[in-house]
């Protein structure tokens, strides 16, 4: 299986500030990457997929980078509404996997 | 409007079954793979199982196959998770989710949730 670690777990930034999550794939998953966001007690939202690319609908603040092995999420212009916990899921090969979760939260 | 609605959790002993339904709108459910994901409560997500558009490919996490078996009516435009033996560690919100290609691909869609509680 495809292990998936995410870092930090946790974060503390302020309104209008700049992030950078990673994500870190056990082995080489191509750009078979994505990034979701779940606010508390609501269902997942999809962000970004194929590690660059923006859901349809997403605000262009949210960016994904990387292939390969290593992956970042990055929040420009942080709001109330971002903060949140974020996951990195691989979609290369069965079972997919997720990260831990990030959980960003208002310093 | 792409719309998921989950039903069928509830309580349910150790060792007992349910059955989990997701009814779709919106589109055109035959041609999209379907997953099941999970959470924990207080955890993180859990890959738990997907079926292709057809239904003739289906795929499990290690910690349910043989216990759990993912299906789908494309007429009723409704996906299937029927789960047997269950154990505590089942307890989890359970999701589904739609895919954006016939066999697979990332989530692009998610419904609400349904809750699952095995407890005795």
């Known amino acids: 299986d495809i292990q998936m670690t995410q870092s930090p777990s946790s974060l503390s930034a302020s309104v209008g500030d700049r992030i950078n999550i990673t994500c870190r794939a056990s082995q080489g998953i191509s750009n078979y990457l994505a990034w979701f966001q779940q606010k508390p007690g609501k269902a997942p939202k999809s962000l970004i997929y194929?590690?660059?690319s923006l859901q349809s609908g997403v605000a262009s603040k949210f960016s994904g980078s990387g292939s390969g092995t290593d992956f970042t999420l990055t929040i420009s212009s942080l709001q109330p509404e971002d903060f949140a916990t974020y996951y990195c899921q691989q979609y290369n090969s069965y079972p997919i996997t997720f990260g831990q979760g990030t959980r960003l939260e208002i310093k | 409007e792409v719309q998921l609605v989950e039903s069928g959790g509830g309580l349910v002993r150790p060792g007992g079954s349910l059955r989990l339904s997701c009814a779709a709108s919106g589109f055109t459910f035959s041609i999209y793979a379907m997953s099941w994901v999970r959470q924990a409560p207080g955890k993180g997500l859990e890959w738990v199982s997907r079926i292709v558009g057809s239904g003739g490919n289906t795929y499990y996490a290690d910690s349910v196959k043989g216990r759990f078996t993912v299906s789908r009516d494309n007429s009723k435009n409704t996906l299937y998770l029927q789960m047997n033996s269950l154990r505590a560690e089942d307890t989890a919100i359970y999701y589904c989710a739609k895919q954006v290609k016939n066999t697979g691909g990332y989530d692009d869609y998610w419904g609400q949730g349904t809750r699952v509680t095995v407890s005795s």
């Open positions: 194929a590690a660059s």
